[in-house]
């Protein structure tokens, strides 16, 4: 595996982080 893929998989990963958890927020508190 390549660096550059290993580091664009953390990025998804830390955007999806970043998009679920103001969703999840939204939706515990409506």
Do not use: Y
């Amino acid at each position: 595996m390549m660096a550059g893929e290993d580091q664009s998989a953390v990025i998804a990963a830390l955007l999806q982080e970043a998009v679920a958890r103001p969703l999840r927020s939204g939706v515990e508190r409506p």
